[in-house]
């Protein structure tokens, strides 16, 4: 990853409020707030819930953590808590700085507790985290972007590319934002692919 922009673009008491979508309808709210710091991390809560309509077809409500260091923004430590229909699913992954390794930690119901060990390359963040880092990177035209990221007790690596300055038409307002787009492939199951695309604001923030 580029070296980061300072100084950040975010403080303590910052609220980031989403509509979930799913097949193109709205499924429920996600915030992202971010905690003061405490024992040489800067918290980030991340809450979830899907709405009446969509607890229909499946009930999630969650939160989870990410514990950023205050200057470089990597994670030391990732939590998650969440409850699917009537059945609790809790993790905690630890990233270690210096052995570049990932411990997943994770249980979902009466189920025994599992276990995953993986290690990541240059950058290893999380979902969560990952979201703060970018929006502190020198985005322009063309640059490229990779690092490995937690996500649904797995780790993935994520080459992406901002692919140009667009305009944004969204209910909340009309935005300039950079587009950024690449694909998250599964470390252990290179097979198993996601694309990703997300639009980051192109000012202070």
């Not at 403080?11 to 405490?38: I, N």
């Not at 999630?60 to 994670?75: D, E, F, I, M």
């Amino acid at each position: 990853l580029p070296v980061l922009r300072s100084p950040l673009a975010f403080k303590p008491g910052e609220l980031l409020e989403f509509d979930m979508d799913a097949m193109g309808a709205k499924a429920g709210k996600l915030t992202m707030r971010v905690q003061r710091p405490a024992n040489g991390s800067l918290p980030v809560l991340v809450e979830a819930q899907t709405n009446t309509l969509f607890s229909k077809v499946r009930r999630v409500r969650g939160s989870a953590t990410s514990y950023l260091h205050p200057k470089t923004l990597r994670p030391s430590r990732y939590t998650e808590e969440a409850v699917e229909n009537e059945q609790r699913r809790k993790v905690n992954v630890d990233f270690g700085a210096q052995d570049k390794s990932v411990k997943v930690d994770y249980q979902i119901g009466d189920r025994p507790k599992g276990h995953f060990n993986y290690a990541f390359d240059k950058d290893g963040l999380d979902v969560a985290g990952a979201i703060y880092l970018i929006r502190q990177l020198p985005l322009k035209k063309d640059l490229p972007v990779c690092f490995d990221v937690y996500g649904i007790r797995r780790m993935w690596r994520m080459t992406a590319t901002v692919v140009d300055r667009e305009h944004v038409s969204l209910p909340l307002g009309e935005f300039d934002a950079w587009h950024l787009a690449g694909t998250a492939v599964r470390l252990d199951r290179p097979s198993q692919t996601r694309d990703v695309h997300v639009w980051i604001t192109d000012d202070d923030r």
